[in-house]
């Protein structure tokens, strides 16, 4: 049953002019969100994106220019939503590069976490109840590539695992208790947008491109966006503070904060 609407709140979605995050951003607007304000490097397109949500939702959304990789851009943005908006009740942190390509790594790490970890930050200042704030959701992606170890992918993949574990060490309690911010964190499997396109060109050495090719077309059924929305879109509804998620092969969302508290817990007691 759920215990979370998003009626009546403010959406802030990074990554939010095509693929995943703009259908996030429709999908909530469907269910009742106030506004929507969608952050993206691609200007264009955010724009025809917030213009198509617009006409079919009665001017609820807004488009931000911003590149996730500069502080700068993040802090200008994030006022801006604010300015506009005065609240912002849920943040999706949905911005993400796979490229692990030498001249391309670093610019993918800051936005995969780096920015990540600036968002979620200025939203815990915005939003924490014991500093006057509303409380509210801040929802991080990371991936099934947290989850697994190959040769293809190590920056990628290193960086998702950091969102994973950023996001659970933050969320431990009492955080939830202090703050009324609830983290989640959504792990999705190959899904259907551009960042599964042109795999030659995304690894850090030509001989792991064939490798990754081969994989992915033999090795990983690629869900549709649809899927990946609807899952994310239930988290949001029934997921408990701190909770894990996994969205893969077009399958109904499950929940693995068990499985990876249980990890942890086995290193941890390896400490003692």
């Known amino acids: 049953m759920a215990q979370w609407d998003a009626t009546d709140k403010t959406f802030l979605i990074t990554g939010g002019a095509s693929g995943?995050?703009?259908?996030?951003?429709?999908?909530?607007?469907?269910?009742?969100?106030?506004n929507v304000a969608i952050l993206d490097i691609a200007e264009e397109l955010g724009k025809a994106t917030a213009e198509r949500l617009n006409k079919a939702h009665g001017d609820k959304a807004l488009f931000i220019k911003c590149d996730v990789s500069k502080e700068e851009d993040i802090t200008s943005a994030f006022d801006s939503v604010l300015a506009q908006f005065k609240q912002i009740d849920v943040i999706i942190n949905n911005a993400g590069v796979m490229m692990d390509a030498p001249d391309m790594w670093r610019t993918a790490t800051d936005v995969n976490y780096q920015g990540l970890v600036s968002f979620t930050l200025k939203g815990v200042q915005h939003m924490r109840k014991d500093e006057g704030g509303a409380g509210g959701t801040i929802i991080n992606i990371s991936s099934i590539a947290a989850l697994t170890r190959v040769s293809f992918l190590p920056i990628y993949k290193g960086s998702k695992l950091a969102v994973l574990h950023f996001s659970q060490c933050l969320a431990l309690d009492p955080f939830y208790e202090d703050t009324g911010i609830r983290v989640l964190t959504m792990c999705f499997g190959a899904t259907d947008t551009a960042i599964l396109q042109n795999l030659e060109t995304r690894t850090y050495h030509p001989k792991q491109a064939k490798i990754l090719v081969k994989a992915v077309a033999t090795n990983y059924i690629c869900?549709?966006?649809?899927?990946?929305?609807?899952?994310?879109?239930?988290?949001?509804?029934?997921?408990?503070?701190?909770s894990i998620w996994l969205s893969v092969d077009n399958k109904?969302?499950?929940?693995?904060?068990?499985?990876?508290?249980?990890?942890f817990t086995d290193f941890e007691n390896l400490l003692k």
């Open 223 to 242: 869900q549709k966006v649809e899927s990946a929305v609807i899952a994310l879109v239930e988290m949001f509804k029934i997921g408990a503070p701190g």
């Open 20 to 34: 995943m995050g703009a259908g996030f951003a429709e999908s909530f607007l469907r269910h009742g969100a106030k």
């Open 252 to 263: 109904p969302v499950r929940e693995i904060t068990l499985a990876i508290d249980r990890a």
